[in-house]
């Protein structure tokens, strides 16, 4: 037996489905244990049964410079040593914001909040308020996180498992602007990834951001980015910097956390007052804007330079040109998934061969500037074998 069945044994009588979130769960694939994690450097994971894994998960997408990247490592060691949470402003609160706003273009204002789950369901607080209006649009096969609003017909897990969700909202397909026109009238915003990443990588077909744009607009409800997962990772400063269109609000987490619990939503500086102490739109949090969190966040952030993206671009035409012959690649930058008939198997042939894949082809494979050439190449060759 090992360590990793065991403590998966146990986890089942301890944590509902033995994990902490139910993306981690390798039901889907057709196996047992998730992995156990030990330790990470760079493109590589570590099980606790010492197995040596090459990660395309990356948890989920906020190590853009892999795991224990040594600077942000660095720059949380030593701000725990100052103190772990403080529960009052911080100056490090300000510096990330700060960045946010700089690197961001439709964000004036941001605040800093725990998980991209509170900073999606905060935002669509503060469109209703806006707005005055109750009913919104969203995308099947989005996620937002795990609001009760958002859950109906989403992406990532819920898609995975099958889980039927009450939800709110006016569900139309993702690129469908028609779909959107219908359903507009009276909305408080559009909710959106504007790449969606959880039923795997679908990028906008173009005009459908700009139309977004456009029909919000007429009809007076707010446009909101969901951009956890596109933020920093797409461009700096996340889709609407690479495709040029600007909604009112924007949703943010993983990267701008350094990999470590932080999120965030900004927008237009008239909206954002709204929220409290400055408005009457109640939002809180006993560790927002934790100094760990924005320590880690800030020194990620900071090394984010044009270079960093035309490094990770360079590397996705790698993955493109090797991975568009097995089956459907879609990829926006830093993030991409190959749609094939058998995922399971496919992830299981890799997962053999110690490439590690999500567990599911709801979500993405994201790239970071821990992973080479050589990483790109030999999972490529694992893909070709499977099907040779
Ligand atoms: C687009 C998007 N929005 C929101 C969330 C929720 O973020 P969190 O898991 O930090 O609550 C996720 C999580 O993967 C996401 O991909």
């Not at 390798?26 to 030990?38: D, E, N, Q, S, V």
């Not at 450097?41 to 606790?48: F, I, K, M, P, R």
Request: aromatic share 8%; with cysteine.
């Amino acid at each position: 037996m090992t360590t990793a069945t065991e403590l998966y044994a146990r986890a089942l009588g301890l944590i509902p489905g033995g994990v902490n979130s139910p993306v981690r769960a390798m039901k889907a694939m057709g196996l047992g244990a998730p992995i156990f994690a030990a330790r990470g450097d760079g493109a590589y994971l570590e099980d606790v049964d010492g197995h040596r894994y090459l990660d395309w998960v990356l948890s989920w997408g906020p190590l853009i410079f892999g795991h224990a990247d040594p600077e942000t490592v660095e720059a949380v060691v030593a701000a725990a040593r100052r103190g772990t949470t403080f529960g009052t402003a911080t100056e490090a609160e300000v510096e990330l914001a700060a960045e946010i706003v700089d690197a961001v273009p439709s964000v004036e204002m941001v605040r800093l909040v725990s998980s991209g789950t509170e900073a999606a369901m905060t935002a669509l607080r503060l469109a209703r308020a806006a707005t005055g209006r109750e009913p919104f649009v969203r995308f099947r096969g989005g996620y937002h996180g795990h609001a009760d609003p958002f859950l109906s017909e989403a992406g990532s897990g819920v898609r995975t498992l099958g889980i039927e969700a009450g939800g709110e909202g006016r569900v139309v397909d993702f690129n469908d602007l028609d779909g959107v026109e219908r359903a507009i009238d009276g909305a408080a915003c559009v909710f959106v990834e504007p790449v969606a990443g959880n039923m795997g990588v679908v990028p906008p077909a173009p005009g459908f951001l700009e139309g977004l744009r456009r029909l919000c607009d007429e009809s007076g409800a707010l446009l909101v980015f969901d951009e956890v997962i596109t933020g920093f990772r797409v461009a700096r400063g996340g889709a609407q910097e690479r495709y040029r269109v600007l909604p009112d609000l924007t949703v943010l987490g993983k990267i701008v956390g350094g990999g470590l619990p932080l999120a965030a939503f900004g927008g237009r500086a008239d909206l954002m007052e709204r929220l409290a102490p400055a408005g009457d739109v109640y939002q809180a949090g006993t560790l927002s804007g934790n100094p760990l969190a924005t320590a880690a966040g800030l020194s990620v952030v900071r090394r984010l330079t044009s270079d960093v993206y035309d490094e990770l671009e360079r590397k996705g035409e790698r993955l493109d040109r090797g991975l568009t012959p097995f089956g459907r690649f879609e990829r926006v930058g830093a993030m991409a998934t190959l749609f094939v008939d058998d995922y399971p198997a496919v992830f299981r042939h890799l997962l053999e061969r110690g490439i590690y894949l999500a567990p599911s082809q709801n979500e993405a494979m994201f790239l970071s500037t821990a992973h080479g050439d050589e990483e790109i190449d030999r999972t490529i060759q694992a893909v070709a074998d499977f099907f040779a």
